[in-house]
Every structure is written in C-alpha cells, then in structure tokens.
C-alpha cells in the first residue's frame, strides 16, 4: 500500500447572503428527497443549472429554443454544509467570478429559505458555443454588459 499523502486543500466555509447580488427561488420538490429524508446530493446541480439558465432567460441572454448560441457546463462542483428538505423555497444566490471572452465561471450559494449562510455553494462553468456546431463563441458587448452585473 502506498502512504504517499496528498495535500489537502482547507474546505470552503459556508458563503454569506451578502456574497450574491441576485437571487432565484427554487421550490423544492417531492422527487427531490432521498431515503434519508432530505434532499439528495445530485439535485443540488440541477439547482444550480435551474438558477443560472432561468438568469440567463430573465435577461434576455437565452431563448433555450431559438438561441443560435448557447451556454454548455464544462465543469461544476459543490460544497455541502447543510441540509435541504421538501417541502421548502431554496434561494440561490448567483455571481460571477469570472468573465472570460467565451466562459463564464459562476457562484451559486443555496439558501434554505430565509437562512443566512449556504446550505451549499458550487461553482459552475459555462462556455458559449454556437447551437449547431457546439463551437465556443465570444460573448458579445450586450451580453457582456449584462453578465458583468453579477461580477464579483
């Protein structure tokens, strides 16, 4: 066996709702909960995803049906901290950390209703690619100016 011990990176702690400027509400779901009697683990990114692409659709940014381009998940990751359960409002908090010329690198922080701190936070890449092709593409100025309002 090998005793090679990798470094350990410290854990995030949990964010504060100051750290997003908007939030989307999410109502949880019967189908969201588990066995062990809160919501599970692999729902937390749809969250994520419902969150980010309903910004996207509020903004102008997304017709998921018509849009020549679109935003694809090239990477994403979650932090837990605390539980979520049915029936309850998740908000999530959303910023970008990141704006580069055809990605985009989100926060989003999941608030059990009216909590102070996340429940969990991930992070979650978008690259924009052209529908058909799935080339990335860069984004626009209007796009830009839009995006940048949730810069960190």
């Not at 509400?25 to 809160?38: L, N, Q």
């Not at 991930?122 to 940048?148: C, K, M, N, Q, Y």
Request: net charge neutral; glycine share 6%.
């Amino acid at each position: 066996m090998n005793s090679t011990s990798y470094p350990q990176a410290p854990r995030p702690e949990p964010l504060p709702r100051s750290a997003f400027p908007v939030f989307q509400e999410i109502p949880t779901r019967w189908m969201d909960v588990d066995i062990y009697g809160h919501v599970n683990n692999v729902q937390y990114l749809s969250f994520f995803d419902t969150a980010v692409n309903g910004w996207y659709v509020a903004n102008g940014l997304l017709d998921p049906r018509t849009s020549s381009e679109v935003f694809l998940v090239v990477e994403t990751g979650c932090h837990y901290f605390s539980e979520l359960t049915f029936p309850s409002t998740i908000f999530a908090g959303l910023r970008i950390e990141k704006l580069g010329s055809s990605s985009v690198v989100f926060r989003i922080g999941l608030f059990a209703g009216k909590e102070h701190e996340t429940a969990a936070h991930g992070r979650f890449v978008h690259v924009l690619v052209e529908r058909e092709s799935r080339r990335p593409v860069r984004i626009s100025d209007t796009a830009r100016r839009i995006l940048s309002s949730l810069l960190a």
